[in-house]
């Protein structure tokens, strides 16, 4: 993985010579700097060239999520400026990709700034949640991975109806040698974190979560996997209050791991 930052790029989405930007998230980068490791070794084992600009910050979701939008404007700019020059931009978070996609152009057409509006249309739609870059981009399901462990996994919210990556991370799962992926019922039902909806719904948060952590123990799975971990940091912190003894990790993280280096 190298830090320099890009030249504009002319290589067309789908190019086997694709100059690819890790988009950390500041929850990662922050938290969970573990599943920004995997990804940056699962997209290196595929034959991508891994970028990783310094000057990266957060997507502005939490001030538009929470009605201002404006104070969001600088950081879609910065966004711009330093991912608009590579093919594609990869984060190990549906959420993060969801603002990018969804929420980015309209914050520049809320500051009226037609500039950044054109710039965010051609660089939001290269940016992707990680398994829809390995199944769209790259056309892989089966990345060469070995997890033996009892599995089931949370489709989040944002990946699910946002970006509608469907069963992306299923059939990459799918694809794991030695896995025991499990259904987990109730999936599709929200784990009840939703960034600031946890702190102004608490109650609620705690019940959704409180289902959640119910139904992934029902599985007896070891492990619940999501592509979400803000939602896992949820779900996490209610399955290890009831000491239920299931490990969360992030899709990444699976994904990474082969028979050579074990997770």
């Not at 870059?133 to 919210?157: I, K, M, N």
């Not at 069963?167 to 990459?172: A, E, G």
């Not at 979400?228 to 490990?247: K, P, T, Y």
Request: overall charge negative; charged content about 20%.
């Amino acid at each position: 993985m190298t830090t320099s930052s890009p030249a504009p790029s002319s290589h067309p989405i789908g190019a086997t010579d694709l100059r690819v930007a890790l988009f950390a998230t500041c929850f990662n980068d922050t938290m969970w700097p573990e599943t920004l490791k995997a990804t940056v070794r699962l997209l290196e084992r595929l034959g991508c060239e891994v970028e990783f600009p310094m000057e990266q910050t957060c997507c502005g979701q939490m001030q538009t999520n929470t009605g201002y939008g404006k104070d969001a404007a600088p950081l879609v700019r910065r966004f711009v400026d330093v991912f608009d020059g590579y093919d594609a931009v990869v984060a190990p978070s549906g959420s993060c990709v969801g603002s990018v996609r969804e929420q980015h152009a309209t914050i520049a057409r809320e500051v009226g700034d037609d500039t950044l509006l054109g710039r965010v249309q051609q660089t939001a739609p290269r940016t992707y949640e990680l398994s829809e870059f390995l199944v769209d981009v790259l056309g892989v399901t089966d990345v060469g991975a070995y997890f033996p462990h009892r599995v089931t996994y949370h489709p989040t919210c944002h990946s699910l109806r946002m970006l509608h990556v469907g069963d992306k991370p299923l059939s990459l799962l799918r694809a794991v040698k030695g896995i025991d992926l499990v259904e987990l019922p109730g999936a599709e039902e929200c784990c009840g974190f939703g960034g600031t909806f946890a702190m102004k719904n608490a109650d609620v948060s705690i019940a959704m979560g409180a289902d959640k952590a119910r139904n992934i123990t029902g599985t007896q799975a070891e492990v619940v996997v999501a592509s979400d971990n803000s939602c896992l940091a949820h779900i996490g912190g209610m399955l290890s209050r009831q000491r239920a003894g299931v490990r969360r990790l992030h899709l990444a993280e699976i994904l990474a791991s082969t028979e050579e280096e074990q997770l």
